[in-house]
């Protein structure tokens, strides 16, 4: 089985691929298929987040490259940028992880979430669609949260 150690900082190219929903990109443990239908390990530095993208190498030298996968996401759309501002944070008081952009925020399908957005005025949508949120304030682009 191959074993995926580490995170590489270039962008090698990739002799195979990893589609992984989110849920599964936090988690430094995991058994995995790789997109050829190889079995895999996880076996990562821990607090790591797996953004689409990244390369992960094995001690063999195997590069594989990181996918998000589409999976059920709710997405409140509006054009007020202010109130788009109170969504997020009204989303952000509640600790979920939040994907955002000028014109809409996505999040982990939740039917409460999905009302309160109503409620705010945004207009809500369920999808299936690649999520991809901040990594956070005090993480650069890749890097793990520090305990």
Known sequence: MLILTHRLETAAAA???VTLPYEARIRSRLRVRLDSGR???LQLERGLVLRHGDRLGAR???VVEVRAAVERVST???????LLARACYHLGNRHVPLQVTAAWVRY???????AMLDRLGLVVLQEMAPFQPEAGA???PGV????
């Open 15 to 17: 002799d195979d691929r």
């Open 39 to 41: 079995e895999a390990a």
């Open 60 to 62: 063999c030298g195997t």
């Open 76 to 82: 409140g759309h509006t054009s007020d940028r202010l």
């Open 108 to 114: 982990q399908h939740d039917h409460v979430l999905d």
């Open 138 to 140: 005090y993480a650069g």
């Open 144 to 147: 793990a949260h520090a305990h």
